[in-house]
């Protein structure tokens, strides 16, 4: 009943500029029907794939609230603290949006037709509006994260964290509602094999959707890119400081590439899609099996996301959840610190061993490497010097002077720190 009382108020306004909502066509026209061949077996993979996604986000969203409620049996401080595992969140339910917009094609294949006029066809335009570019935002800020912390030694605060991901969410819900508030109710239409935004508003499309997928996988690209060159600048100002240091830099080379790994999987599987669209813009529009290929790229984001987390939460970068004057004024003073303090795991579980301590450390699991292994200060060298001093008389003593003037030697040993040098 809740699904008729919404389309019967959805299905206001029967025509759009004049063009009747029961013609038919391809994309752009208020109804595609009956499918082609090509697009139901296409549909029919792209449900697939989305019932997949959405099926393994449900259940690591699921997981990861369930630690959030019950959090003190298993961790020593409150989850919600680890920026990392909150990113990851976001990032998931973002994937969950997306793969809801994918599945409803489901619809499609049981009436044989997309139909603008449907309520489906709403809900599909917005679940994908919001979930495509989210879940680039979320990527770059993962990587923004990263950037900051491991290359700066900033943390940010937990109320300007909570309102950067607010901030983000309303970004994405304000993107979501502009087309509809300029546009109406069937600026979603028929495209190609699924709803979406229809080609009469290309701007719409540019500047609500695709530029924040290409921006955020511009700016993801390039953070990773600085910090692989000063990381591989920092192996190499190491190497003469000896072979452990050169160790804990080679784990951090490992951690930042498995985060790099979430910007690869979001740019492999969105790219062909915002391409395809923007050809079509230019009056080059690929083929439906093109579409019907690119989509199902797009679908399977929300299972690679939660695979890549299972697999590498234990060995991913992770905050040190250091706040804090304490925290800011040990940044200014040694910047490779944070190197050794980014080496921790994804998993808050358990106490962390490490050697140095800046500020207040909250991450509660150790990280790449082997288990108890403490991780000493990178690149400190001292040397410690011994200075003899040694004095006499400067005449011969007379016999009477015997006792006062013995020649004496006095050895004074200074222990002095000349270099206290850090690693870079």
Not at 71 to 97: E, H
Request: proline content about 4%; aromatic content about 12%; overall charge neutral.
């Amino acid at each position: 009943m809740l699904t008729l009382a919404l389309e019967s108020f959805l299905a206001a306004g029967p025509t759009r500029d004049g063009q009747s909502l029961h013609s038919r066509g391809e994309e752009g026209s208020p109804v595609i029907s009956p499918l082609s061949d090509l697009q139901r077996k296409g549909l029919i993979v792209i449900s697939a794939l989305a019932l997949l996604s959405m099926l393994t986000t449900f259940l690591l969203l699921s997981f990861i609230t369930y630690r959030f409620i019950f959090w003190r049996q298993y961790y020593g401080r409150y989850i919600g603290y680890n920026q990392y595992v909150v990113l990851m969140f976001n990032l998931i339910l973002a994937d969950f949006l997306q793969s809801f917009g994918f599945i409803i094609s489901l619809r499609w294949i049981a009436i044989d037709a997309v139909r603008a006029t449907d309520v489906a066809c709403f809900l599909q335009g917005v679940g994908l509006q919001i979930g495509d570019p989210m879940s680039g935002l979320f990527v770059l800020a993962i990587a923004v994260h990263t950037f900051l912390h491991v290359f700066l030694n900033y943390q940010m605060e937990h109320r300007v964290f909570v309102s950067m991901i607010i901030g983000l969410w309303v970004f994405g819900v304000v993107m979501t509602i502009i087309p509809i508030a300029a546009h109406g109710r069937y600026v979603w239409f028929p495209a190609v094999a699924w709803c979406w935004m229809t080609p009469d508003y290309e701007n719409m499309r540019l500047w609500t959707h695709y530029v924040w997928i290409f921006a955020s996988e511009f700016f993801t690209v390039s953070l990773y890119a600085i910090m692989f060159i000063q990381l591989r600048q920092k192996m190499s100002e190491a190497a003469v400081l000896g072979e452990h240091n050169s160790e804990s830099l080679h784990r951090l080379k490992k951690v930042i590439f498995h985060m790099a790994v979430y910007p690869v999987v979001y740019i492999c599987l969105t790219l062909p899609l915002a391409a395809g669209r923007m050809a079509s813009a230019g009056g080059h529009s690929p083929s439906v099996l093109y579409f019907c290929f690119a989509g199902s790229l797009m679908a399977c984001s929300g299972f690679c996301d939660s695979f890549l987390y299972v697999v590498t939460r234990r060995s991913v970068v992770v905050e040190s959840e250091a706040r804090g004057s304490s925290n800011k004024l040990s940044s200014r003073r040694n910047k490779s610190s944070a190197v050794q303090q980014y080496a921790m795991s994804a998993d808050p579980k358990g106490p962390t061993s490490t050697t140095i301590t800046r500020g207040r450390s909250d991450s509660t699991e150790e990280m790449i490497g082997k288990g108890g292994l403490e991780l000493t200060p990178m690149g400190v060298v001292l040397q410690h010097t011994t200075i003899e001093v040694t004095t006499e008389s400067a005449y011969e003593p007379s016999s009477s002077d015997t006792g006062a003037s013995k020649r004496h030697d006095t050895e004074i040993a200074l222990s002095i720190p000349e270099a206290h040098q850090h690693g870079t």
